[in-house]
């Protein structure tokens, strides 16, 4: 198993999440209303008046076997959005309850 945690511009919820559920992903866990701001370039996410843009991230733990799939369709939508600004990290699950 394998969690993959997706940070990005709050206008895309629907967008992600129908993502997520084309690869058969039901279950995740999501954070509203975080801030950020890009390590290489692109305009902060900070929640206030001069930067007033808010980000969502998404955390899912998902079978090793759909990471490569799921991963292609974030950053072929990434690529095809500057505005989405998505970052995408993977990480191992060692144990679960």
């Given at each position: 198993?394998?969690?993959?945690?997706?940070?990005?511009?709050?206008?895309?919820?629907?967008?992600?999440?129908?993502?997520?559920?084309?690869?058969?992903?039901?279950?995740?866990?999501?954070?509203?209303?975080i801030?950020?701001?890009?390590?290489?370039?692109?305009?902060?996410?900070?929640?206030?008046?001069?930067?007033?843009?808010?980000?969502?991230?998404?955390?899912?733990?998902?079978?090793?076997?759909?990471?490569?799939?799921?991963?292609?369709?974030?950053?072929?939508?990434?690529e095809?959005?500057?505005?989405?600004?998505?970052?995408?990290?993977?990480?191992?699950?060692?144990?679960?309850?």
């Amino acid at each position: 198993m394998k969690s993959i945690f997706i940070a990005f511009n709050q206008a895309y919820n629907e967008e992600i999440s129908d993502l997520l559920e084309a690869h058969g992903q039901r279950g995740y866990t999501r954070w509203v209303d975080i801030h950020g701001k890009g390590s290489v370039d692109g305009e902060p996410h900070l929640g206030n008046h001069a930067w007033p843009t808010m980000n969502i991230g998404i955390m899912a733990v998902v079978p090793d076997e759909k990471v490569e799939g799921i991963l292609a369709d974030l950053k072929a939508k990434n690529e095809s959005s500057e505005a989405l600004g998505l970052r995408a990290f993977v990480w191992n699950i060692e144990s679960s309850i």
